[in-house]
Nanobody, 122 residues
Framework: QVQLVESGGGLVQAGGSLRLSCAAS????????MGWFRQNPGKERAFVTR????????SYAESVKGRFTISRDNDKNTVYLQMNNLKPEDTAVYYC???????????????WGQGTQVTVSA
């Protein structure tokens, strides 16, 4: 059982930056592909970005490409999401998740954090 804890959310003005962190409880963290998703009330959870076990491969949703960067530190059991040039439409609860599969679909992820709120004001 992998426990994930996100941090770093908050309120920021449009054009600003935030860095989210997701700390994992297990040393087996490096066995998992990691993803970030976001969700607004009444909407489905949406893929944002993912990174493979060794951090070499990444992919991004078109809406965040060029603005967001995912990275991981397997020594610290932590994955990061650097968000730059934030827009009001980036407002959502952001979740990190762990998967043994290389996928963008939420149901393919085995473990989830509790989420952290990101609010971008215009």
């Amino acid at each position: 059982q992998v426990q994930l804890v996100e941090s770093g959310g908050g309120l920021v003005q449009a054009g600003g930056s935030l860095r989210l962190s997701c700390a994992a409880s297990e040393r087996t963290f490096s066995y998992y592909n990691m993803g970030w998703f976001r969700q607004n009330p009444g909407k489905e959870r949406a893929f944002v970005t993912r990174i493979n076990q060794n951090g070499i491969s990444t992919s991004y949703a078109e809406s965040v490409k060029g603005r967001f960067t995912i990275s991981r530190d397997n020594d610290k059991n932590t994955v990061y999401l650097q968000m730059n040039n934030l827009k009001p439409e980036d407002t959502a609860v952001y979740y990190c998740a762990a998967s043994t599969a290389w996928d963008t679909l939420p149901y393919r992820y085995n473990y989830w954090g509790q989420g952290t709120q990101v609010t971008v004001s215009a």
